[in-house]
């Protein structure tokens, strides 16, 4: 194999290790995304948003953004990224970094409503009716973030799968190189 070939390969090892952590992370962000809810089964803000509930999602959100944090550091500390393939991926997974901080901000600007919502009960209805807008809003918001981070992992993933199945293709083909053959050899003395 060639030295030039070589530099770009992800070890087998490695590739499968981060799919198998992308996937986790890809299900978790996933799973959030459809079991934080902030309407009620009618489509309706509850009448009393729980403001711990709702700061509770942020906090969980952030500690799942720390986790894609943590995954695309380790992968940029990587010699992978170099790589064609590895830079790629880096591209997906800095997405997904950045897609998984704004989900946490938005789920603490929808606590954030809540509270104000609930500590003016005695409000103006136009202004109830802006802070559960923007309640929802950015509920929606940051469940698209987990959605959309979930993607970028997914896509991280399948850039290592693609670079996989180009190894698979690669190995026949250098397994039947073997050694460069040996020069001409020069017996029988001068030709004229």
Do not use: C
């Not at 894609?68 to 790589?83: E, G, N, Q």
């Not at 938005?106 to 209805?125: G, W, Y």
């Not at 670079?163 to 190189?177: K, V, W």
Request: proline share 6%; charged share 20%; no cysteine.
């Amino acid at each position: 194999m060639t030295p030039d070939i070589q530099r770009e390969l992800i070890p087998r090892a490695a590739a499968h290790h981060l799919i198998g952590a992308l996937n986790a992370m890809k299900d978790k962000l996933v799973t959030a995304a459809e079991r934080w809810q902030l309407l009620d089964e009618n489509g309706d803000v509850p009448a009393t948003s729980s403001y711990a509930a709702l700061l509770q999602h942020a906090a969980d959100a952030q500690g799942l953004s720390r986790d894609v944090l943590r995954l695309t550091a380790d992968f940029a500390r990587s010699p992978h990224l170099t790589t064609r393939d590895g830079s790629t991926v880096l591209r997906h997974l800095a997405t997904a970094a950045t897609m998984s901080s704004h989900a946490t901000s938005h789920f603490t600007e929808t606590a954030e409503f809540a509270l104000a919502l609930a500590l003016a009960l005695s409000a103006d209805p136009t202004d109830r009716h802006y802070l559960k807008n923007r309640m929802v809003i950015d509920h929606a918001s940051a469940r698209a973030f987990l959605r959309r981070t979930s993607e970028s992992l997914r896509d991280a993933a399948k850039g290592l799968d693609d670079h996989l199945a180009f190894q698979r293709f690669l190995a026949p083909l250098i397994s039947q190189e073997g050694p460069p053959p040996p020069p001409p050899s020069t017996q029988g003395g001068r030709h004229r």
